[in-house]
Every structure is written in structure tokens, then in C-alpha cells.
């Protein structure tokens, strides 16, 4: 399996980005959920946004919540960030992440920074 991440870059506050992750690799319909984290420097790790293969049941962190949009592109099997009204604190590499089953660890892409200036 290989996910390929877009669409970071440096932008202002309150500006918006859309990322892209593209799968590949694997019979795409055997996924089972798709997610966004994000790195900010100097800190761990951590969960943004994830979404049933299936584009069902989009679930956000409460810090993008209304801001942040998941979205499954079916014709082009990958899975969409649009992201509005960023902050700087929105600052980190973002990854995509997919995984086929409920309890099985999650298939890592490459990250794409996003650097926001106030």
C-alpha cells in the first residue's frame, strides 16, 4: 500500500488549504477507514480527523472541529482535508493514514507540512 499526501504549503491565518491522500497498491475496497494526524514540532503525534472507507461517519478533534472538513474522493480512491480558517497552531507535518480493519494498526503515507503565520 502507498499514500501519497499533497496540497500542504504556507499560507496566512484564517486562509484555507485542502490536502489530498491518494491509495494505491491494494484493493482499495478492502480498506476500512481513512484519518489525518499531524506533528507540530516538538510535539507527538497527534489524531485530526478520520472517516469510514466508505465516506461515513466523518469524526474531528474538538481543535477542528467547524473548521476542518474529511471527505472520501471515491473516483480517485483518496480521502480529502479541507481546511478553513487556519491558525498557526494548525502548524505541522500532516500524514494520512488508512487501515483495514478496526483494530489493526494504521498504514502510514508521507506527510505534508502545513506552516501557518499569524
Same mark, same amino acid.
Given at each position: 500500500?502507498?499514500?501519497? %499526501?499533497?496540497?500542504?504549503?504556507?499560507?496566512?491565518?484564517? @486562509?484555507?488549504?485542502?490536502?489530498?491522500?491518494? %491509495?494505491?497498491?491494494?484493493?482499495?475496497?478492502?480498506?476500512?477507514? %481513512? @484519518?489525518?494526524?499531524?506533528?507540530?514540532?516538538?510535539?507527538?503525534?497527534?489524531?485530526?480527523?478520520?472517516?469510514?472507507?466508505?465516506?461515513?461517519?466523518?469524526?474531528? %478533534?474538538?481543535?477542528?472541529?467547524?473548521?476542518?472538513?474529511?471527505?472520501?474522493?471515491?473516483?480517485?480512491?483518496?480521502?480529502?482535508?479541507?481546511?478553513?480558517?487556519?491558525?498557526?497552531?494548525?502548524?505541522?507535518?500532516?500524514?494520512? @493514514?488508512?487501515?483495514?480493519?478496526?483494530? #489493526?494498526?494504521?498504514?502510514?503515507?508521507?506527510? #505534508?507540512?502545513?506552516?501557518?503565520?499569524?
Amino acid at each position: 500500500v502507498q499514500l501519497q %499526501a499533497s496540497g500542504g504549503g504556507s499560507v496566512q491565518g484564517g @486562509a484555507s488549504l485542502r490536502l489530498s491522500c491518494a %491509495a494505491s497498491g491494494r484493493t482499495i475496497i478492502s480498506f476500512y477507514k %481513512a @484519518a489525518w494526524f499531524r506533528q507540530a514540532p516538538g510535539k507527538e503525534r497527534e489524531y485530526v480527523a478520520s472517516i469510514a472507507w466508505n465516506g461515513r461517519n466523518p469524526h474531528y %478533534a474538538d481543535s477542528v472541529k467547524d473548521r476542518f472538513t474529511i471527505s472520501r474522493v471515491n473516483t480517485e480512491n483518496a480521502v480529502d482535508l479541507q481546511m478553513n480558517n487556519l491558525k498557526p497552531e494548525d502548524t505541522a507535518v500532516y500524514y494520512c @493514514a488508512t487501515t483495514i480493519g478496526s483494530h #489493526t494498526p494504521w498504514i502510514w503515507g508521507q506527510g #505534508t507540512l502545513v506552516t501557518v503565520s499569524s
